[in-house]
């Protein structure tokens, strides 16, 4: 698949417990994934309880660059207080969605 939005609805760790794999790198550093190189090309945290990364993947001479949204404020078994914040990041993968070259294209959640 050509994924080229992915979205993140938990932390790393809640609870003390681990929720999911960490598969991007710290900005300036790089994972490797077999023959597939991960590094991390931009991060901006925004207002509304998520943030956005943008993953550069390698592997070979292909590179293909994966917007990360990463919501942080879902609480652990629980909903959030108000759906606002969950709008605001609905609209905002809309946006970055539809400069897709391909609309088609599935997305990740």
Known sequence: YNINVIV???????????KCERYWADR??????GDITV???KKEDLKDGYCLRTI?????????YIKQF??????????????LEILSLINHVRDVQSYSE?????LCV
């Open 8 to 18: 993140m609805v938990c932390r790393e760790i809640e609870l003390g417990k681990k």
């Open 28 to 33: 300036g550093d790089s994972k490797r994934f």
């Open 39 to 41: 590094t991390l090309s």
């Open 56 to 64: 550069k993947a390698e592997k070979g001479n292909e590179i293909r």
């Open 70 to 83: 990463h919501y942080t404020s879902w609480p652990d078994h629980g909903v959030p207080k108000t759906c």
């Open 102 to 106: 391909d609309e088609t294209t599935p």
